[in-house]
């Protein structure tokens, strides 16, 4: 029996991974967030001392690598790197950078691509990241560009990092973001961008409730479920 497969790409801070695993949670599918797969082979390089733009050397740290997804009782998702669970620790900020490294080279998009493509094999999935839609499944049933102006994420972000208890500057979260824009909208191998058939889906003016109303009217017209 064939699958559903839900693609959503869009910059970060846009909202994709709470909006898609609440989606996903409605619908009955599996959420996968395949940025927690990036971020697994950013931490093995930062753990090994490996320079993670060096594409030999990130290249050579490949084989010795098991990258597993797994879920939880509570159906959250798990990353687990050779058999450790790392699911915490991929957060860090400076993951993220070593992830972002990692991202744009195209040993490591190659590396992943099975992976991610075998999730939407057994499962109806839906699949956040960059280029899920353009690259990954690009024959998916649904494809959602999912976005907000930079100042409406840096907002967001804002709020999170004051609840957090760990506040930064307005102008210093936007600056961050659209530094970020650049570079991931820029990079040689699978840049982010929308792909011709993707639903354009802007969330500046919205808030959870209605962005989330407004991605499953997208999903059911187009699944018919
Ligand atoms: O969505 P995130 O911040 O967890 O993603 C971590 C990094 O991985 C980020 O730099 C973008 C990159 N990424 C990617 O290149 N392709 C994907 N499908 C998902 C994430």
Same mark, same amino acid.
């Given at each position: *029996?064939?699958?559903? #497969?839900?693609?959503?790409?869009?910059?970060?801070?846009?909202?994709?991974?709470?909006?898609?695993?609440?989606? /996903?949670?409605?619908?009955?599918?599996?959420?996968? !967030?395949?940025?927690? =797969?990036?971020?697994?082979?950013?931490?093995?390089? @930062?753990?090994?001392?490996? !320079?993670?733009?060096?594409?030999?050397?990130?290249?050579? *740290?490949? &084989?010795?690598?098991? $990258?597993?997804?797994?879920?939880?009782?509570?159906?959250?998702?798990?990353?687990?790197?050779?058999?450790? !669970?790392?699911?915490?620790? =991929?957060?860090? &900020?400076? +993951?993220? #950078?070593?992830?972002?490294?990692?991202?744009?080279?195209?040993? $490591? @998009?190659?590396?992943?691509?099975?992976?991610? @493509?075998?999730?939407?094999?057994?499962?109806?999935?839906?699949?956040?990241?960059?280029?899920?839609?353009? $690259?990954?499944? &690009?024959?998916?049933?649904?494809?959602?560009?999912?976005?907000?102006? &930079?100042? /409406?994420?840096?907002?967001?972000?804002?709020?999170?990092? %004051? %609840? #957090?208890?760990?506040?930064?500057?307005? %102008?210093?979260?936007?600056?961050? =973001?659209?530094?970020?824009?650049?570079?991931?909208?820029?990079?040689?191998?699978?840049?982010?961008?929308?792909?011709?058939?993707? $639903?354009?889906? !802007?969330?500046?003016?919205?808030?959870?409730?209605?962005?989330?109303?407004?991605?499953? +009217?997208?999903? #059911?017209?187009?699944?018919?479920?």
């Amino acid at each position: *029996m064939s699958t559903i #497969r839900v693609a959503i790409d869009g910059p970060s801070g846009a909202g994709k991974s709470t909006l898609a695993r609440a989606a /996903a949670a409605t619908m009955g599918f599996l959420y996968v !967030d395949t940025g927690a =797969i990036y971020r697994t082979v950013g931490l093995s390089a @930062r753990d090994r001392g490996v !320079d993670p733009g060096d594409e030999p050397a990130v290249a050579a *740290m490949l &084989p010795s690598l098991r $990258v597993e997804l797994r879920y939880d009782e509570a159906g959250q998702q798990r990353m687990l790197l050779n058999g450790r !669970d790392v699911s915490g620790e =991929i957060r860090l &900020p400076e +993951v993220s #950078r070593y992830a972002s490294a990692v991202s744009a080279l195209p040993v $490591v @998009r190659a590396y992943l691509m099975e992976t991610q @493509r075998e999730l939407a094999r057994k499962h109806d999935v839906i699949m956040d990241g960059r280029d899920i839609g353009t $690259v990954v499944l &690009p024959d998916a049933e649904v494809k959602v560009f999912l976005t907000a102006s &930079p100042r /409406a994420r840096a907002e967001r972000r804002c709020r999170e990092l %004051e %609840e #957090r208890g760990t506040p930064q500057p307005f %102008e210093e979260v936007l600056r961050d =973001i659209e530094d970020r824009d650049f570079r991931d909208t820029h990079r040689e191998a699978a840049p982010l961008r929308q792909a011709e058939d993707a $639903v354009l889906l !802007d969330t500046s003016a919205l808030d959870f409730r209605q962005s989330l109303e407004a991605l499953l +009217v997208i999903i #059911r017209e187009r699944t018919g479920l």
